[in-house]
Every structure is written in C-alpha cells, then in structure tokens.
C-alpha cells in the first residue's frame, strides 16, 4: 500500500528541534528560524488538551497519547508551502519515524543532546510552561537518542551558550542537506 504523505524530495525541508523537555528546543528552534529564514511552529500547539492536562498533573502520556499529537505535526510540516522548523520532543525512533514517513517532505532533525543533571538545572529555574520539572525522569526513560544508522540527524551538545549551539546546528544542517 503506497504512503500518499511519501516524501517529495523537490520540498525544502522540515527541520525538527528535538530533544527532552527543557534541553532548549524553543530557544534553539527561535535561532535557527531567524538563521534559516524558516517559520517556526511550537509542537507544544499541536498538543490536545487532554495531553496537556495530563503532562500539567504531572502524567507522562502514554504512546497512545502521543500518536494524535505527532500526526497534527506531521500534517503542519505537509502543510507548510516552505521549509519550516518544527521543535518536538521526537523521543523515540518510532515517533521519527512516523514524523518521517507522514510529513511529505524531507526531514532533519537536530537532536539537542545534554546531561538529565544539566537539563534539570534548567527546568529549575524555567517558568510558565505546563510541563512540571517532576516529569523529567520519564523523558529520559522514553528517550531512544538517535543512532548512527538513523537518517537526517544533526546532534549538538547543548553546554555551549545558546549562540554557539545555534551556529553548531546551522553548521549541522548545512552538512546534512549536501
């Protein structure tokens, strides 16, 4: 059975900022939109109200919680007439995968990769978002860091200061798409 979402490779790209909640996705998504001339759409938008009363609670979602949530992502980047930047969590394989394969378009994803101790640190100190610092733990117990087999990923460590780890995914991406 053909995928009528099968990605047209004459698309510009859908970049994905990913990573656990709290590595910097917005911040790093905001800088590579303005580096990028890409719209930046927060995945966090996308959730149900369900998905974010249950996060706001304190619940981890469930993959069954997660599955609406990627294809309305999906179907923005689809949707977007341009390239544009998408932050996301993406945690597993399976969710890239699904993002993958129903966005219509090539997908990068630059996977913000730092320590649950340094992310911690900073969900201390971050204010009005819905997601409590107490669900930390279950991101990284849901998180499969991409492989090396994967395809489209740009990892940047994010110890650096925001500006550097912006021009090291810049630099990623640029990589990436020759």
């Not at 997660?66 to 597993?92: E, F, H, K, Q, Y």
């Not at 201390?124 to 930390?136: A, I, N, V, Y």
């Not at 998180?143 to 995914?169: F, K, Q, T």
Request: proline share 9%; glycine share 10%.
């Amino acid at each position: 059975m053909s995928n009528p979402a099968a990605p047209t490779d004459n698309l510009p790209p859908a970049i994905v900022v990913m990573g656990v909640s709290g590595s910097g996705k917005t911040s790093i998504g905001e800088g590579l939109a303005a580096g990028l001339g890409m719209p930046l759409l927060e995945g966090d938008q996308f959730h149900p109200k369900a998905n974010i009363d249950k996060m706001s609670s304190g619940t981890p979602l469930t993959d069954d919680d997660r599955w609406p949530w990627l294809d309305a992502i999906a179907g923005a980047m689809r949707d977007a007439t341009n390239g544009v930047i998408v932050t996301c969590s993406a945690l597993r394989r399976t969710y890239r995968d699904r993002l993958r394969e129903r966005a219509g378009r090539p997908v990068l994803f630059v996977f913000l990769d730092g320590s649950r101790e340094t992310i911690a640190a900073r969900l201390k100190d971050r204010r009005g978002h819905f997601m409590p610092p107490s669900l930390l733990a279950s991101q990284f117990t849901t998180l499969e860091p991409p492989g090396a087999d994967e395809p489209g990923i740009v990892r940047v460590s994010i110890n650096p200061p925001v500006d550097a780890v912006i021009a090291s995914a810049l630099d990623g991406i640029a990589g990436a798409r020759r």
